[in-house]
């Protein structure tokens, strides 16, 4: 099963390094890391999604928490949070078919950030299913580049917050 | 060191002075380039006594065996680059048996860092996955903090090695000396007093268990937990059996003894833990060597897990009652609660499987029997000797036939398997504990990895015993081949120097062995003379360790066994 962390880490150069060690060398599989600082300039803010059974998870954060830089760490997954993630699609779009973009794009209330001769630079936030679905919805007319920020999470209400 | 404490240090002093509070008396090193200053620094500092080693791995393994004899860190310098990665199999061995070090190297100045510049190496990246944590210091006002806090890192909680890389111009750049400096370790938690220790839960699963035993690891000795252990086997008759990293956490000559279990333990702690029905881990991390199949391990029993390393429990098996904390602490906590308890329907069984698979090997008139030489040793040792061992079949006849009876008295590479690394151990284990006798247990293939340590212990005057386990051949694997290879004995066959001129050459009384009936009297005149001693054991060359679990398999299914 798909678990969210969310880590908080002392800002310092090398920190990203030692927790993308320690998944790599314990053979654990991230499948997406997003990092930024948080309103203390100190810390900062890593979301980690990884795969794996219990057991795994369980490890996974035992190991995270012994990192001298970690600061805390909370399996937010079955917490009530907000999480979002960006998408940016470039995809090819000719008169033809970019009236059907545009329709999409405002169904799933994206934008359009960028027009080309032939092509068009959407942007997208939600959550993983809405951005899963533009993306496929957008599959048809020919994808040529996506890039997407991995999730972030926020745990709803007053908890969590840091000192 | 002779500084006024309100003058600037350069980052050399402040590096020397910061030894100093920490109650730094020996380092172990190797000089070059980049750690100039920092020899200058120490050339002017009374108080830390270097050793000079010939080879950087020889001073982390040296530093890592002064730490085991003494229960204080141990310290190493390495210049930067390739003393630096000469560290590094050093630092691992640390990190795999948890042992408190700190590393200091010597690094590029910061203009040539990421230049690929002379003498480069990233070792704080290359150190990253075998260090506890470690620091390169960009600013010479953090410097005393930062080797504060690396101390404080490597010796508390789960000991480790923590690794401080010092570019040379933060050497040469002066600072106020602040001390005790504050520490910024928000993230760095140790835990104590056992979290989750539920005393009467303790009570009952040990007055309802009729067949328990208890496992004690390596972190028994470094909580200091040996007399709560006595203490806890006595009290509720329980028997003990220790890991290769535990030997000498209970005394091996005591009835409740079981010696080691795993791979290459006795056959009756093997019994004993298969049979169970309660199993009291105690600072030890199931490693696979003791385990053998995890499916098989202890199949019938309920499992107490005490660590201070909430990441080991429930690591490779599954706890019932899982504690995190201090192993002396919970013992302190729990002790007084138990009832006095007696199992003596299980000791009998226990006694039976003693008598029925007894250590036991061929003796021989003609040929010295390894095992026959460790049994010498350890019959002419006192408390306070202490035993180094090197890596290979000689290790787990040691482990086997050694009776370690105090904690801190038998050092062994467990978790890495380092060959070599016995020697330099020897030298560190000697320097931190100079009053005891200290017997370097090797075989002449791991030897031959560090022997030019051998002129450290010269240089230094120590007077470390070597007995040299001598049978031309890298014994373990050739083992190895010979049950699971066909005897297809590839590339194991070794030769190696005359040892009795090679001590010659380093200035070391040398003798050679090769009579059974001589081996007791050569290990008495060795331990009578004041120095250094080779002696060169010729041994049966085609001797196995039995009884021995193969690879992945269950623990009764031994070979070797009942022989």
Known sequence: MRHTLAVLVENRPGVLTRVAGLFSRRGYNIESLAVGTTEDPKVSRMTIVVDGDDHVIEQVCKQLYKLVDVIRLDDITHEEHVDRELILIKVDADPSTRGEIVQIVEIFRARIVDIGKDSLIIEATGDQGKINAIESALVPFGIREVVRTGKIAMVRGAKYRHE | MQVAKSDPLTGAQIVMRALEEEGVDTVFGFPGGAVLFLYDALYACSSIRHILVRHEQGAAHAADAYARATGKPGVCFATSGPGATNLVTGITNAYMDSVPMVAFTGQVSLDLLGRDSFQEADITGITLPVTKHNFLVKDVGDLARIIHEAF??????????????????????????????????????????????????????????????????????????????????????????????????????????????????????????????????????????????????????????????????????????????????????????????????????????????????????????????IESISNLADDQTIVCTDVGQHQMWAAQYYRARRPRTFISSGGLGTMGFGLPAGIGAQVGRPEANVWVIAGDGSLQMTVQELATITQHDLPVKIAIIDNGYLGMVRQWQELFCEGRYSHTRITGPDYVKLAEAYGIPGYRIEDPGQVREALEQAKAMEGPVILDFVVCCEENVFPMVPPGGSLTEMLGNGR
């Open chain 2, 152 to 373: 404080h890192i490597a010796s508390t909680g789960r000991p480790g090695p923590v690794l401080v890389d010092l570019p040379k111009d933060v050497t040469a750049a002066k600072a106020d000396f602040v001390w005790p400096p504050k520490m910024q370790l928000p993230g760095y938690r140790v835990p104590k007093n056992g979290h989750g220790v539920n005393v009467p839960q303790w009570v009952e699963v040990l007055s309802r268990s009729e067949r328990p035993v208890i496992y004690a690891g390596g972190g028994v000795i470094t909580s200091g937990a040996s007399s709560e252990l006595l203490k806890l086997a006595e009290k509720c008759q329980i028997p003990v059996t220790t890991t290769l990293m535990g030997k000498g956490c209970f005394p091996e000559d005591h009835f409740l003894s079981l010696g080691m279990l795993g791979m290459h333990g006795t056959a009756y702690a093997n019994y004993a833990v298969t049979n169970c029905d309660l199993l009291i881990a105690l600072g030890a991390r199931f490693d696979d060597r003791v385990t053998g199949s995890i499916a098989s391990f202890a199949p019938q029993a309920q499992v107490i897990h005490v660590d201070i390393d909430p990441a080991e429990i429930g690591k490779n098996v599954l706890v019932q009652i899982p504690v995190v904390g201090d192993v002396r602490q919970v013992l302190a906590t729990v002790l007084p609660a138990l009832p006095e308890l007696k199992h003596e329907a299980w000791l009998a069984q226990v006694e039976e499987w003693k008598k029925q698979y007894p250590l036991r090997y061929e003796r021989s008139d003609t040929q010295i029997k390894p095992q026959q030489v």
